[in-house]
Structures are given as C-alpha cells and as structure tokens.
C-alpha cells in the first residue's frame, strides 16, 4: 500500500527517512546538518512541548529566555564542560565587517549563560529556589546527521534551577526525571526505562546524570531525556553564592534537564509500520480526520459537508479540545485522500459517503489496526474518546512488550557479545567497570551503558571486571 516507503525489514535507515517525507514532518536545510521542520512535523513538536509545559508549570518552574551567543570564556570557566562540548562548538568570530575581540559560541546549552545571571541574582537564601526553563534551540555541530535524532540545530526545552540545599537540588533531579518519564509513557507510549548514567556517558560537568531510554522497534537505544544533578561545580565556576540563615556565605545547588525534538524521531522509530507514521492520540495534533465522499458537489455542498463540519464540533467539544479536522480535498479521489491520513499517522478517518448519511452511520478506520467499525452518527462523540483511549494504550503496550522480548540477562562477556551480534536489544547485566572498560566494551562491540535502572536496586559480581559490588547496568547500540 505504502508505494512510498521502504519496507522496515529491507532497510531500516530508508524506511525512517521515507516515512518522514511521506508524512511532511521534515526536510533537509541548505546548511549540512540542519533542518527545516515543517507544518506537520512542527504542529507534533507543539503538542510535544504543551504537555511538557504545562507539566512544568504545575511543578512551579517558569519560562524565560536566554542568549543565542555565549562568551567563549564562559565555556572555560567549567573545565570539564568546555571539554565535552568542544568538538561540537559553532564560534563566531566576525561580526558588523569586524573581528570580535572574544569569539562568541553558538550555544550548545546554556548552564554558562544561566549560570552568570545566576550568579547577578542569587544574594540571599530567600532568592532561592529558582527554577527557570527555557524553549530555544541550540548548535552542536553534527558530523553524522539524521532529521530529528541528530541535527546540527535542533529545538529542545532546558530547565535550570538553583536551591539551597544538595538534597532540594537532588529531589529536583530525580522530580524532573519523574515528569518526562511520566510524559513520555503516558502520552508518547514510550515505555521508557528511568536511570542514573555511568561516569563514562555522564554529562560534562555534572555530578550525577539520570536519564529516560527506551527502545527503538529495530532494538537500538534512544536516549529520550536527561536530567542533570550538577552539584556545585557550575556555582564554584560561575560565583553563585548565598548567605543563608546562618548568615553564612555558600555556594548554590544547582540541576539542568532538556527534553528535544529528538521526541519526534522516538515516536516514529517506536510506533510507525511500513504504511507510514503512527501516532499517539494523545500527541497527534489531529485526532480524527472526517471525509465527506461524494462524486455529486451538489450534495456535498449541500448535506455531506454541513454534517461533516456538525460532526468535528460534536467531536472536538467530547475530546475536549480542537483536535478534529474535516478534509475538503474534493479534488483528490477517496483512495488518496485515504492514503494522505494514513501516513500522517491520524489515529482515526471517520468516512461519510452518501449511503453512510442515508443510513445514519459513519465508517470508522483505526489507525493502528486499520479495523473498520460503522457507528451510528449519533453515538460517533461518545464513541470515539473511548477508542482513542484503546489506541493509545495499545500501542504502549504493544511498545513495553517489544521492549521485554528484546531485553537479555546475561552474566558473562562472552554471553553479551553474542546476543548483541545475533539478536542485539537491550543487555542487562552487573557492571563495575571504569570509563576505560566502557570505552573498551563500546569498541569491540559497538554498545554502550544507557543507564543504571533506578528501579533494579541490589548488588552483583560484574560481567565484565568480576568485581563485588556492581550495579544493574543496561548496555546497547544506540542512535
């Protein structure tokens, strides 16, 4: 059906990129590595970001906005962070026809700016907590660049907070971490695995990194989120001092967490078959599209397409929302009309011929099935929150069981080689390894560690070291 796009099982890559053009989400910019998103694509990204915003919101966090261009010594205030990014880094050094006397970089993330203003702000314990977010894009220059997982410009939310204390800043943490992993699988249907990240995959600067990742449907890894407890290293960087009670003068504790566009990429690589994009309907910007059919343009005119528009009011008002959508693509036959939902992923097209009117019914097709139903049209509004509802639970559940067929226990080395050269998935194993042994492990078979299960407490021998005292640890090849 899908003439369009490559089947998954022939090539995974292709069939990606194919369902992206297929259902207009994205295209590639004349600059290498970027991309313009488009309506489509843009509209899922605002779904994307309502939600998360407004779960931010309910948490006390607010939105502000921070510079595009950093001063370059801002980066090497923080020794570790400029090391990490370094690589990555857009600089500006000519500006107005002149050549600035400090290079300017294109951010790659903003603890260095937020942290200075921080540092302006910041007098007094009563000054404390701040917790800012920001919505903004950012620069890291992609050598190896796919539209969404990885582009040199990409769009991403990033929270940064300041408190008084090392356990308020980690509570902030491991909150945050909570929100996104409660977002992802409550409307995403990303049965995402929460965790602490090893030393060697931790972000630049930051004490303890925790994550959400979860698995793709060819068994890679994506990392969906991360959430970053930075101690004090950014505050002793950036003199981010308080007096607190005591009268005493201290450091502040401070987190950052971003979620990206990335998200986009997540849902498609998750949920999507060899018809095009499927979507969750608690993200899919259009939840039901309506087609009035007819060969007569008397009769759409004048009855099809009236009840046609009465029908998406009845909708969105039981929905809760203007999440409904009538096409007046009249031009096109039924089959491609047909065919453009499907592969943007809309979960239900409610069809209203001249025989579905007579008969006082409408002809339901599900998305992620392609089931057909005919419902009488004056059950549709009560009937379809309910199927949207069994849509978005199958297909996470669908999702988490995927996850758990392609998930290994193993305990030797050996015995995670092979299931990564012949079934690949996620490997879980005990592991106390260094930042050397990861890079050795990462070398030799092309994985690496996602996270340390927040939720797989306890101790083992580990697979790799045999050393007491490991943690469960989850390995993978990952995008």
Request: hydrophobic share 40%; aromatic share 10%.
């Amino acid at each position: 059906m899908a003439r369009n796009i490559t089947p998954r099982a022939d090539d995974y890559s292709q069939w990606y990129l194919d369902i992206i053009k297929a259902a207009e989400l994205a295209d590639y910019a004349p600059v290498r590595g970027c991309m313009v998103i488009r309506p489509t694509g843009y509209s899922l990204w605002e779904s994307i970001q309502h939600h998360f915003d407004e779960a931010f919101k309910e948490t006390g966090h607010v939105n502000a906005y921070f510079p595009l261009l950093i001063p370059n010594s801002f980066l090497e205030k923080e020794a570790e962070h400029v090391e990490g990014f370094a690589p990555e880094c857009a600089v500006v050094t000519h500006a107005g026809g002149e050549k600035l006397e400090e290079p300017l970089v294109v951010r790659p993330t903003s603890e260095t700016v937020i942290g200075h203003m921080y540092s302006k702000w910041i007098q007094s314990w009563r000054d404390l907590p701040i917790l800012i977010n920001q919505w903004a894009n950012v620069m890291r220059w992609e050598k190896r660049p796919r539209l969404f997982l990885r582009t040199s410009e990409f769009l991403w939310q990033e929270g940064h907070t300041a408190h008084s204390t090392r356990e308020e800043a980690m509570e902030e943490t491991l909150k945050m971490l909570g929100v996104y992993a409660r977002i992802m699988r409550d409307i995403l249907a990303l049965p995402v695995v929460e965790g602490e990240k090893t030393e060697g995959e931790r972000f630049p600067g930051a004490d303890n990194t925790y994550a959400c990742e979860t698995m793709m449907s060819d068994g890679k890894a994506l990392q969906a989120g991360t959430s970053h407890f930075l101690g004090q290293n950014f505050a002793r960087a950036f003199d981010i001092k308080f007096q607190n009670q005591n009268g005493d003068i201290e450091y502040a504790w401070t987190t950052s967490w971003g979620v990206s566009t990335r998200l986009i990429g997540a849902i498609i690589m998750t949920h999507s078959d060899d018809d095009g994009l499927v979507l969750p309907p608690r993200v899919a910007p259009v939840k039901a599209a309506i087609l009035p059919i007819s060969t007569n343009e008397e009769k759409i005119a004048s009855t099809l397409l009236p009840r046609a528009m009465e029908l998406s009011s009845e909708l969105d008002r039981s929905l809760g929302g203007r999440c409904t959508m009538v096409d007046k693509q009249f031009y096109l036959r039924p089959g491609d009309r047909f065919f453009q939902h499907l592969q943007r992923g809309v979960p239900l097209r409610v069809e209203l011929g001249e025989k579905d009117l007579a008969a006082g019914t409408a002809r339901v097709v599900r998305r992620d099935s392609g089931e057909k139903m005919d419902i009488p049209l004056e059950n549709l509004a009560s009937r379809v929150p309910a199927l949207l509802e069994d849509i978005q639970s199958g297909l996470f559940n669908r999702a988490l069981a995927f996850r758990r067929k392609n998930t290994a226990v193993v305990t030797t080395y050996d015995e995670m080689k092979k299931v990564l050269e012949e079934k690949g998935g996620f490997v879980e194993t005990w592991f106390a390894g260094s930042k050397d042994d990861e890079k050795k492990i990462k070398e030799e078979t092309g994985a690496t560690a996602r996270c340390m299960p927040i939720d797989s407490p306890g101790e083992g021998t580990c697979f790799f070291t045999g050393k007491p005292g490991a943690r469960k640890v989850i390995f993978a090849k990952a995008y």
